[in-house]
């Protein structure tokens, strides 16, 4: 970041004189007994509620009380304390968050040197700095940073710059000031990305100035000055990010870019892909591809198709999630069934078991009430059945039985009939316009049961060792039988190899959901291939920023909050207007329509 200017430092930061100095050989009692109402009115206010940790270096307890200091807060708070002898230093603290957390206890009862990550890290700063500050650990980020001096030497300029402040989103600085003869604080905050680079003041530090947490921490990166954010992508990823016809930069990252920019007053690059075309993993113990050029600081950050992942969450930052999608699979569309068979397909095969059952039972229930007539016509078995048939094909009998029992069970197996031969020819109208295929594999297990192996290419994504690894039997037989084709450089970057073994009957292609439908459309592929409705790894995309990115999100005031007066000025102001219209209609329409005084006849 760069230097504070010299010309706005003379005025907060010069070193007061030394009549005015706090040292262990002055008066102590003025700016400790403001330091702890400070402490108290902190806790009770715009910090209420929230997890505090406090950092002090030893040297700092010479000429200040710090147990009273926390004693006095009345809340729980964790300590860590720095310098003095057995203190490890900021080696001992490089290994991973989970070897380094602690539970803590009240502040002023735990004297340990645990790093404790607390929500809001308040830092006791005197005359020498906890190393903390400086060298913090690269996995400890507390979300805001208050600096409480406890020297009135208003060091602003070196406070700024400390390695944690700078990468911190919310930061504060209660500066030591001697103002008619009484020690107070005055607060102070930074815009990095100002064009001016310059301090902000808000104020003599009083509770009710500084009452929420939103006026103790302004927010410092609403506006990034006209910076360029250097971005990681890469053009081969429609819809999310790709090249038009005038090989310009399109897309759905693009598009939320472009809003971002206008919003925040920012610009930025884009790549064409990462120079060893790789998407983002970790390979030999270092991350690669587009991940990989954030994770070494080369840029600023990586869009495109990247999922929030648990270890993705451990190396970098990311944002709010815009979309939600996983990876898909396109198999070959197979050949429709054979023309001669469409005669059955109207029915399925338990409908055509049951009007066969039904068929038998009229048959012979009408060849037995034939039988029992008193003048038994005649009629056989076979002659009965095709008495029964003839209403499947709309045909007539030639003669028609005297007995009424007889007609009445006719006309009822007539009027069965009609509807059956209904159903049949308008299903058989539909089979005979589209043609009918073979059931098509549409879940996991069909497709892990299936002779289809997986097609995907090589490009360091996630998923082909995700599916080895599973402990779901499906998942591990599908990473089993995967397949990786090698990116190229040309045409549609390998993946129309993966397509020639889907069109070869061999493979799945596997790829993100999206853009393996934009692929084949592209490739004119559309009426070869279908697309399985089943997704695997479906998960939340985001921008990845490096670990501790101060701005990589910030609340805009999306808290609910109840409905005020100032919320529905609208409203009433619509209504008003509506009032005074309806009162200039009455005036007219009276004034028109006003009856005139009849003289009498």
């Given at each position: 970041?760069?230097?504070?200017?010299?010309?706005?430092?003379?005025?907060?930061?010069?070193?007061?004189?030394?009549?005015?100095?706090?040292?262990?050989?002055?008066?102590?009692?003025?700016?400790?007994?403001?330091?702890?109402?400070?402490?108290?009115?902190?806790?009770?206010?715009?910090?209420q509620?929230?997890?505090?940790?406090?950092?002090?270096?030893?040297?700092?307890?010479?000429?200040?009380?710090?147990?009273?200091?926390?004693?006095?807060?009345?809340?729980?708070?964790?300590?860590?304390?720095?310098?003095?002898?057995?203190?490890?230093?900021?080696?001992?603290?490089?290994?991973?968050?989970?070897?380094?957390?602690?539970e803590?206890?009240?502040?002023?009862?735990?004297?340990?040197?645990?790093?404790?990550?607390?929500?809001?890290?308040?830092?006791?700063?005197?005359?020498?700095?906890p190393?903390?500050?400086?060298?913090?650990?690269?996995?400890?980020?507390?979300?805001?940073?208050?600096?409480?001096?406890?020297?009135?030497?208003?060091?602003?300029?070196?406070?700024?710059?400390?390695?944690?402040?700078?990468?911190?989103?919310?930061?504060?600085?209660?500066?030591?000031?001697?103002?008619?003869?009484?020690?107070?604080?005055?607060?102070?905050?930074?815009?990095?990305?100002?064009?001016?680079?310059?301090?902000?003041?808000?104020?003599?530090?009083?509770?009710?100035?500084?009452?929420?947490?939103?006026?103790?921490?302004?927010?410092?990166f609403?506006?990034?000055?006209?910076?360029?954010?250097?971005?990681?992508?890469?053009?081969?990823?429609a819809?999310?990010?790709?090249?038009?016809?005038?090989?310009?930069?399109?897309?759905?990252?693009?598009?939320?870019?472009?809003?971002?920019?206008?919003?925040?007053?920012?610009?930025?690059?884009?790549?064409?892909?990462a120079?060893?075309?790789?998407?983002?993993?970790?390979?030999?113990?270092?991350?690669?591809?587009?991940?990989?050029?954030?994770?070494?600081?080369?840029?600023?950050?990586?869009?495109?198709?990247?999922?929030?992942?648990?270890e993705?969450?451990?190396?970098?930052?990311?944002?709010?999630?815009?979309?939600?999608?996983?990876?898909?699979?396109?198999?070959?569309?197979?050949?429709?069934?054979?023309?001669w068979?469409?005669?059955?397909?109207?029915?399925?095969?338990?409908v055509?078991?049951?009007?066969?059952?039904?068929l038998?039972?009229?048959?012979?229930?009408?060849?037995?009430?034939?039988?029992?007539?008193?003048?038994?016509?005649?009629?056989?078995?076979?002659?009965?059945?095709?008495?029964?048939?003839?209403?499947?094909?709309?045909?007539?009998?030639?003669k028609?039985?005297?007995?009424?029992?007889?007609?009445?069970?006719?006309?009822?197996?007539?009027?069965?009939?009609?509807?059956i031969?209904?159903?049949?020819?308008?299903n058989?109208?539909a089979?005979?316009?589209?043609?009918?295929?073979?059931?098509?594999?549409?879940?996991?297990?069909?497709?892990a049961?299936?002779?289809?192996?997986?097609?995907?290419?090589?490009?360091?994504?996630?998923?082909?060792?995700?599916?080895?690894?599973?402990?779901?039997?499906?998942?591990?037989?599908?990473?089993?039988?995967?397949?990786?084709?090698?990116v190229?450089?040309?045409?549609?970057?390998?993946?129309?190899?993966?397509?020639?073994?889907?069109?070869?009957?061999?493979?799945a292609?596997?790829?993100?959901y999206?853009?393996?439908?934009?692929?084949?459309?592209?490739?004119?592929?559309?009426?070869?291939?279908?697309f399985?409705?089943?997704?695997?790894?479906?998960?939340?995309?985001?921008?990845?920023?490096?670990?501790?990115?101060?701005?990589?999100?910030?609340a805009?005031?999306?808290?609910?909050?109840?409905?005020?007066?100032?919320?529905?000025?609208?409203?009433?102001?619509?209504?008003?207007?509506?009032?005074?219209?309806?009162?200039?209609?009455?005036?007219?329409?009276?004034?028109?329509?006003?009856r005139?005084?009849h003289?009498?006849?």
């Amino acid at each position: 970041m760069k230097p504070l200017l010299a010309s706005l430092l003379l005025g907060l930061c010069l070193e007061p004189p030394a009549s005015a100095r706090w040292s262990a050989g002055g008066p102590p009692e003025p700016l400790e007994a403001t330091a702890k109402r400070a402490m108290r009115e902190l806790s009770q206010g715009p910090l209420q509620g929230r997890r505090l940790s406090v950092l002090v270096d030893v040297e700092a307890e010479k000429s200040v009380d710090v147990g009273e200091l926390l004693s006095s807060m009345g809340a729980e708070a964790y300590l860590t304390r720095t310098g003095g002898e057995g203190d490890p230093g900021p080696e001992a603290f490089e290994g991973e968050l989970e070897d380094n957390l602690v539970e803590g206890e009240f502040a002023h009862e735990n004297a340990s040197r645990e790093m404790v990550v607390g929500d809001v890290l308040v830092a006791l700063v005197g005359d020498k700095v906890p190393w903390p500050l400086t060298s913090p650990p690269p996995w400890w980020g507390p979300s805001a940073v208050l600096i409480i001096g406890l020297s009135l030497q208003c060091q602003a300029a070196r406070v700024f710059q400390m390695a944690l402040v700078e990468r911190t989103t919310w930061v504060s600085y209660l500066c030591p000031i001697r103002t008619q003869g009484q020690a107070r604080f005055t607060v102070l905050s930074w815009l990095p990305f100002d064009p001016d680079q310059r301090l902000v003041s808000l104020g003599i530090w009083e509770p009710e100035s500084f009452s929420t947490f939103s006026q103790l921490f302004i927010d410092r990166f609403k506006s990034m000055g006209g910076h360029t954010l250097n971005v990681a992508s890469d053009d081969d990823d429609a819809p999310l990010l790709f090249l038009d016809e005038n090989d310009e930069f399109e897309g759905t990252c693009k598009r939320i870019l472009d809003s971002l920019a206008d919003a925040f007053n920012f610009t930025f690059t884009l790549t064409h892909g990462a120079p060893d075309l790789k998407w983002g993993e970790i390979e030999n113990g270092t991350w690669v591809g587009l991940l990989g050029e954030v994770y070494r600081g080369r840029k600023d950050l990586a869009i495109n198709y990247f999922t929030i992942t648990y270890e993705r969450a451990q190396y970098f930052d990311y944002s709010i999630s815009y979309h939600t999608e996983g990876f898909g699979f396109a198999l070959p569309r197979p050949p429709p069934l054979p023309q001669w068979r469409s005669l059955v397909y109207p029915f399925t095969w338990v409908v055509w078991v049951g009007v066969s059952v039904v068929l038998v039972f009229t048959g012979m229930a009408f060849f037995f009430l034939t039988y029992t007539q008193p003048v038994a016509p005649d009629v056989s078995l076979p002659g009965a059945f095709g008495i029964i048939m003839m209403g499947l094909v709309n045909q007539a009998p030639t003669k028609i039985p005297a007995s009424w029992s007889l007609r009445v069970f006719l006309a009822g197996w007539w009027i069965t009939a009609y509807i059956i031969v209904i159903s049949y020819n308008c299903n058989l109208i539909a089979v005979l316009t589209v043609p009918v295929y073979p059931k098509r594999i549409q879940t996991l297990e069909q497709l892990a049961d299936s002779h289809y192996r997986l097609c995907m290419l090589d490009y360091g994504e996630f998923v082909p060792d995700a599916l080895l690894q599973s402990a779901e039997p499906v998942m591990s037989s599908l990473g089993r039988k995967m397949d990786l084709v090698a990116v190229t450089e040309e045409g549609f970057y390998g993946q129309e190899d993966c397509a020639a073994h889907v069109l070869a009957d061999s493979n799945a292609h596997i790829e993100t959901y999206a853009y393996l439908q934009l692929t084949y459309a592209d490739m004119e592929l559309l009426d070869n291939v279908y697309f399985m409705k089943s997704q695997i790894y479906e998960g939340n995309l985001a921008f990845f920023y490096r670990k501790h990115t101060p701005w990589r999100r910030v609340a805009r005031g999306s808290i609910p909050q109840p409905l005020a007066l100032g919320h529905l000025q609208g409203v009433f102001f619509v209504y008003g207007l509506g009032l005074a219209t309806a009162l200039l209609v009455f005036l007219v329409e009276a004034r028109l329509t006003a009856r005139k005084d009849h003289k009498p006849v």
